[in-house]
């Protein structure tokens, strides 16, 4: 038994979290909003019989390393509760073609291509937004992150109007022309650190710029808000700067990742070659160019 499935990278601007600890996973979240694009992760399961292996399964990595398998795990130990299948071996590939802890959604997108891939290995036959559901309780319970899951699960630029996971959470989604995403990624934050340290002052603009943007539909404004936002929770760093100024000298808007030391820039195709032009000079970032994925997670044919 063999399978595979895409999900696709998401990069949040802004967004409030709802972390009420009372509630069940499903219902935690944020608000917030963001794109996801055409780089990401494919995720392939083959199922074998278990012929004395020590464990149960193997995970892999091609491409960019993942510097932990929990998440993961947490996705097929979630699986292998609903049928009898201790006598099988789960070989488990994720090709990653993002930057991990970079602020590209990279733990989302394993989680939710890998339950894709083994709802259909196993013929589990879940409703699709209960494959979402598994990956969303994932990423809250490992404390990767909050909304990635909900909005790569339905990909395009999105603005998630009701915290929780796929079949709770709600987004509505904003049409663009096409165009252009590109980045360029310095270094990692830790996702759980910040979450614990900035929290209150995340939410009380978090919220309004929600109820901005729905109101302008708008890329421009959305990444004006996004590099608002970033220098309210101070998370600008001096070479983050520097990139922003440039960009901003050549009349070229940006926005910030969260969170990673990442700057992106949304623009229309024809003017790919002026921002490339200004990140190609920092040769110490890693520099991605795509455009933006409106299909989200889904299975692959092999």
Request: charged residues 25%; glycine residues 10%.
């Given at each position: 038994m063999e399978s595979k499935a895409f999900c696709p990278a998401h990069v949040t601007g802004f967004f409030k979290a709802h972390l009420d600890e009372e509630q069940e996973y499903e219902n935690v979240g944020s608000m917030g909003a963001g794109f996801s694009i055409k780089e990401g992760v494919t995720t392939s399961v083959e199922i074998t019989p278990r012929i004395?292996?020590?464990?149960?399964?193997?995970?892999?990595?091609?491409?960019?390393?993942?510097?932990?398998?929990?998440?993961?795990?947490?996705?097929?130990?979630?699986?292998?509760?609903?049928?009898?299948?201790?006598?099988?071996?789960?070989?488990?590939?994720?090709?990653?073609t993002i930057p991990v802890g970079y602020g590209l959604g990279s733990s989302g997108a394993v989680a939710l291509s890998l339950a894709f891939a083994l709802d259909e290995a196993l013929q589990t036959k879940l409703a699709r937004?209960?494959?979402?559901?598994?990956?969303?309780?994932?990423?809250?319970?490992?404390?990767?992150?909050?909304?990635?899951?909900?909005?790569?699960?339905?990909?395009?630029?999105?603005?998630?109007?009701?915290?929780?996971?796929?079949?709770?959470?709600?987004?509505?989604?904003?049409?663009?022309?096409?165009?252009?995403?590109i980045m360029i990624c310095f270094a990692p934050i830790s996702t759980n650190r910040f979450l614990k340290e900035k929290l209150a002052q995340i939410n009380g603009l978090g919220g309004k710029m929600v109820n901005n943007l729905?109101?302008?539909?708008?890329?421009?404004?959305?990444?004006?808000?996004?590099?608002?936002?970033?220098?309210y929770v101070n998370v600008i760093t001096p070479r983050m700067e520097a990139v922003i100024q440039d960009l901003f000298s050549n009349k070229i808007k940006c926005g910030v990742a969260l969170f990673g030391e990442t700057i992106f820039s949304m623009i229309p195709k024809n003017n790919e070659d002026r921002v490339l032009s200004v990140l190609e000079k920092y040769s110490d970032g890693i520099i991605i160019k795509s455009e933006i994925d409106n299909y989200g997670a889904r299975l692959l044919k092999n």
């Open positions: 004395g292996q020590h464990s149960n399964f193997r995970i892999s990595t091609q491409g960019y390393e993942s510097d932990k398998t929990d998440i993961s795990e947490f996705v097929l130990n979630e699986f292998l509760k609903l049928g009898s299948f201790e006598n099988l071996f789960f070989n488990i590939k994720h090709t990653i937004n209960e494959i979402g559901n598994i990956a969303h309780i994932a990423e809250v319970n490992c404390k990767t992150g909050l909304g990635d899951v909900l909005a790569s699960y339905y990909g395009g630029f999105e603005v998630r109007v009701k915290p929780g996971a796929p079949g709770i959470g709600k987004v509505e989604k904003i049409d663009t022309d096409e165009m252009s995403v729905l109101r302008t539909k708008d890329y421009e404004h959305f990444q004006e808000m996004s590099l608002e936002f970033a220098r």
